[in-house]
């Protein structure tokens, strides 16, 4: 890696992500095993979910969130979708000289309001403040520790996945990606698309509660729908379906998307997920989700399929495309 | 608080930080009871501390450590220093577009060596990569999880605390300080003082298990050895007394200080802690510290005893002076 620097690529979530990941942190870091969101561990006897996240998300303020929901958020759905019940958050602060108290009281409350809507509690805490123009505002980490029953330990890894599963989201696509994008006073377009920023712990604790043939899941953050899906086809011994009449898309994103000419499957969420389920609790698992206000737009959207590690669309016109792994720059700071 | 800003201060681990955390943070996230560095929790009836720290330490490398080393060491010192034996640790990188790989391998190498050292565990990450100019260089949050015994919780809050226990130090301060000022390259001093960077928990591992008379710990980062007795008096139902005389300080550290017009009582280290001890404790804790290589320049300070809530420094010369909490810009950046 002689001379090569890190590049915003690193960051997109995509194939250099990984790349970056398996090759500086992984092996030094001795992490084995699937490269998921939340590590699953034992604290004397108990199995627990231990997860971080940075945000350093452009703009602060955005029309559905703010930095600080977001953090909470995002740790939460972490946690969540490894089976988790989210119970603790830590909350790291680097702050940029001068950046307005007021803001910083903002951003406070959303992540307290977050925490008890969540039902988490946030319990420790960091602050560094670092000199005008070192960094951008305001970063936030968080990490969070949830508890997860023995049983359920099988989530993260998919490893209990059979051809034949079905493929589920909660709802439309890309809405926080145009949301972000939106915002961002650079750019020449004005939307009414809201981020779908929220805490999905409780949507998915019904689930659990109430299907016992969950064999995945996974929030769809930076790298949309499509590097989820090409994650989980390299984790597993199967290719993967999926069929574009079924993807839910808003109107007024899909518009945008063609106008902007990005691909809804590779944009980033901050309030949807993937469950993969045995094909026998499919509809039981879509009126569980549709019954809530944050499953309202779910949809089985494809399956567990053929075997060769691909993700496949079957398109609108009847054809059919393979969905690679996210490649490239991407969107920077979209969280 | 309209109209005001985050200032160098807020960060500084002095009064301005404290407010700010107090006003801000404490109140809307309901962390109620002394504000530790690790919180203490219960889960599913197994104690354990939990502590979040970003660092921002600028130089990224500087002479005993950079920053990967620093943040490895940082919150498995938090861990410790609450009574917890440290196990499980999150990373998460901020890293600047154009960063060199180089320099991410060897700060990574860094983390994993002092994790085999400390002897805990790296077992999630998270990396995200901003656009030129909107980090300075790298920003690293680590996390961590330790059990800590049920006999221990006391050491973070100090309750057991009586007036005649002994405070007592485990070597000279100011040199992790000194050398990032040294490694500054727009100051115009050079020294060969090293960072006293260090995992403390396997010391303070010895001194759990050998005396019983462990009343509080706390290690001394930024504010110093000031910041955390001041905070401690005002934990506590006493004030405290400590002899300039016995307060170690290397020579060459007194010497720069006389010189730049720093005091090395407000000086960050990040090997250096506090314990308050029983009295008739004193000389083994002493004993234990000396034979051990991060606990050679141990030196019993002073002790707890005037009901006045303040810290009273008797001088060499013989006066006596009121040691305060430090307020104001200190050194930014130092960890």
Redesign the interface.
């Known amino acids: ?12 979530g995509g194939r250099q ?1 990984h790349e ?2 398996k090759k ?2 992984a092996s ?4 084995d095993g699937p490269l998921t ?3 699953i ?1 034992e ?4 199995t ?1 979910a ?7 998300v452009n703009p602060v303020f955005f029309p559905g969130g703010n930095i600080g929901k977001l953090a909470v958020c995002g740790t939460v759905n972490d946690l969540a979708v490894s089976g988790a019940e989210p ?2 958050i ?13 803001d ?2 903002t951003i ?2 959303s ?2 309001e977050e ?1 008890v809507n969540a039902n988490v ?11 005008r ?4 505002r305001i ?1 936030i ?1 968080t ?1 969070g ?1 949830g ?1 997860l029953p023995a049983g359920l330990t099988h989530i993260s890894t998919g490893k209990n996945i059979n051809a034949g599963d079905k493929i589920i989201i909660n709802g439309p696509l890309g809405n926080h990606a145009l949301a972000i994008l939106g915002a961002r006073s650079e750019l020449s377009f004005s939307t009414s698309v809201l981020s779908d920023c929220a805490s999905l712990n409780h949507l998915i604790g019904k689930i659990i509660r109430n299907c016992k043939g969950i064999h995945f899941m996974r929030d769809l953050t930076r790298g949309g729908l499509a590097a989820v899906l090409n994650e989980l086809a390299e984790m597993i011994q199967y290719g993967i379906i999926i069929d574009e009449q079924n993807i839910p898309v808003e109107e007024e994103v899909r518009g945008l998307c063609e106008t902007l000419g990005f691909d809804p499957l590779y944009l980033a969420n901050e309030g949807k997920f993937i469950v993969v389920v045995d094909r026998d609790e499919e509809n039981k698992i879509i009126e569980i989700l549709k019954s809530d206000p944050l499953g309202a737009g779910a949809s089985s959207i494809g399956e567990i399929g053929v075997e060769n590690h691909k993700v496949i669309l079957n398109t609108l016109v009847g054809g059919r495309r393979i969905i690679d792994m996210p490649s490239g720059l991407m969107l ?2 979209i969280c």
Chains 1, 2 share one sequence.
């Open positions: 890696m002689m001379n090569e620097v890190v590049r915003l690529s690193h960051g997109s992500t970056l990941i500086v942190f030094k870091f001795g992490i969101d939340s590590a561990l604290i004397n006897n108990q627990v231990y997860t971080t996240d940075s945000y350093v119970i603790f830590s909350v790291s602060f680097i702050i940029e000289e001068g950046f307005p108290l007021n910083l009281e406070a409350h992540m307290a925490a509690r946030i319990v420790t805490g960091d602050t560094k403040v670092v000199e123009g070192k960094c951008d970063f980490n990490s520790i508890t920077p700071r």
